[in-house]
T-cell receptor
Framework: GAVVSQHPSRVICKSGTSVKIECRSLDFQATTMFWYRQFPKQSLMLMATSNEGSKATYEQGVEKDKFLINHASLTLSTLTVTSAHPEDSSFYIC??????????????FGPGTRLTVL | AQKITQTQPGMFVQEKEAVTLDCTYDTSDPSYGLFWYKQPSSGEMIFLIYQGSYDQQNATEGRYSLNFQKARKSANLVISASQLGDSAMYFCAMRAFYSGNTPLVFGKGTRLSVIA
């Protein structure tokens, strides 16, 4: 299957700093990437949908200015958590689709990034 | 809007036995897909099986099968011959196909523990 990578896998930062998470599709072109957030023992909650070359679409309740998403190329999307605070500590997972949305197409997931804000 | 309900927070199964993980869904869209993912403690999401709303037969992938009952809006995952490595969180998810880039919507998950 297709491979999606995320970097870093784990990051610890001080409160007030910004953290950038990269998501790459390694062997396919991803027209659409999704960013999810997962708190401990909870489900994946969609944060935003990112289309290459256009602005991301954020889910209700997700602050656009806090979670900056850039999908500059067909293989790379970045999520920047700006001025991170302890409540932003979470597991962030990106996902990519290699087709424009046809029935049955698979959404491939990255390995996730565990963010801890002190 | 789509909604996925997984009513079993945790399940135990004896090694080599079969286990069924429940999933019900709600959508007004006539065309949709149902997915199951496994998430081990490492956090990665592993795709297991897919069922399309118009598929006539239940999907099967090795030891995984999906018991799709469209009228009941249920899509239960059946794991046969459980193995210790099957211990993980299992998420049911769905996606509507009315437009191209709808995201997967996940249920709350079921934690499966396989006992030796």
């Amino acid at each position: 299957g297709a491979v999606v990578s995320q970097h870093p896998s784990r990051v610890i930062c001080k409160s007030g700093t910004s953290v950038k998470i990269e998501c790459r599709s390694l062997d396919f072109q991803a027209t659409t990437m999704f960013w999810y957030r997962q708190f401990p023992k909870q489900s994946l909650m969609l944060m935003a949908t990112s289309n290459e070359g256009s602005k991301a679409t954020y889910e209700q309740g997700v602050e656009k200015d806090k979670f900056l998403i850039n999908h500059a190329s067909l293989t790379l999307s970045t999520l920047t958590v700006t001025s991170a605070h302890p409540e932003d500590s979470s597991f962030y997972i990106c996902s990519a689709r290699d087709k424009p949305g046809g029935a049955g197409d698979t959404q491939y997931f990255g390995p996730g990034t565990r963010l801890t804000v002190l | 809007a789509q909604k996925i309900t997984q009513t079993q927070p945790g399940m135990f199964v004896q090694e080599k036995e079969a286990v069924t993980l429940d999933c019900t869904y709600d959508t007004s869209d006539p065309s949709y897909g149902l997915f199951w993912y496994k998430q081990p403690s490492s956090g990665e999401m592993i795709f297991l099986i897919y069922q399309g709303s118009y598929d006539q037969q239940n999907a099967t992938e090795g030891r995984y099968s999906l018991n799709f009952q469209k009228a009941r809006k249920s899509a239960n995952l059946v794991i046969s011959a459980s193995q210790l490595g099957d211990s993980a969180m299992y998420f049911c998810a769905m996606r509507a196909f009315y437009s191209g880039n709808t995201p997967l919507v996940f249920g709350k998950g079921t934690r499966l523990s396989v006992i030796a």
